[in-house]
């Protein structure tokens, strides 16, 4: 039972143009979501979050958007470059929860 | 070093053989979380820690997986008796506090044969 989703496996946008990756869930009870950045052999790096109670997080060139009533969140990086190229993770937790949980990702390749 | 140290990198076991993965949280971090990433897949939650103390072991797949961080620093996740399906990268993350900004290690790679 995947209850967050991300049905874009990979992602290929060219150097300056707007990158839209997108992620849908499932469990209503989710009211934190964040996203996170992934490098070869490296660990998921903290990219941005939103709470349930806003619609809209911004943090320079990454903006996350939150629909709750279609529960999906895309996430907006303009302009792209290419050190953006990298696996993201959308993830999300409920609540006093300890563990978030993360969608399969999307391979975003940023290309010049 | 300033952030989580996950040892070893890679481990190759024999299918049956214990295994022993350890992880070095950014000093001061009150909680952390292992992690289970398998090919192609997201992580999933194993297990948390606050301090000592192990608040949620839910994700635990079965007995053979156990985690101690008996001074409420460094943490080790063992597996028992590996089998082919406990192939995956281990990921440790620390926090300062609960879920807000996690830092994760590199991982350990761990194959079973």
């Known amino acids: 039972d995947q209850q967050v989703k991300q049905n874009s496996p990979s992602l290929s946008v060219q150097e300056g143009r707007i990158s839209i990756l997108n992620c849908d869930y499932t469990?209503?009870?989710?009211?934190?979501f964040l996203w996170y950045k992934k490098y070869p052999a490296e660990g998921p790096t903290f990219l941005i979050s939103i709470s349930s109670i806003k619609d809209k997080n911004e943090d320079g060139r990454f903006t996350v958007f939150l629909n709750k009533s279609a529960k999906h969140l895309s996430l907006h990086i303009v302009p792209s470059q290419p050190g953006d190229s990298a696996v993201y993770f959308c993830a999300a937790t409920a609540g006093t929860a300890s563990k978030l949980t993360f969608g399969t990702g999307t391979r975003l390749q940023v290309t010049l | 070093g300033a952030g989580v140290s996950q040892s070893p990198r890679y481990k190759v076991a024999k299918r049956g053989q214990d295994v022993a993965l350890r992880c070095d949280p950014i000093s001061g971090h009150v909680s952390l979380f292992w992690y289970q990433q398998a090919l192609g897949q997201g992580p999933e939650f194993l297990t948390y820690?606050?301090?000592?103390?192990?608040?949620?072991k839910s994700g635990l797949p079965s007995d053979r997986f156990f985690a101690e961080r008996p001074e409420g620093s460094v943490s080790t996740l063992k597996i028992q008796r590996t089998q082919q399906e406990d192939s995956a990268v281990y990921l440790c993350?620390?926090?300062?506090?609960?879920?807000?900004?996690?830092?994760f290690g590199s991982g350990t790679q761990l194959s079973v044969l």
């Open positions: 469990n209503s009870m989710f009211d934190y």
């Open positions: 993350a620390s926090s300062l506090n609960g879920l807000e900004k996690l830092f």
């Open positions: 820690f606050q301090n000592e103390a192990q608040l949620d």
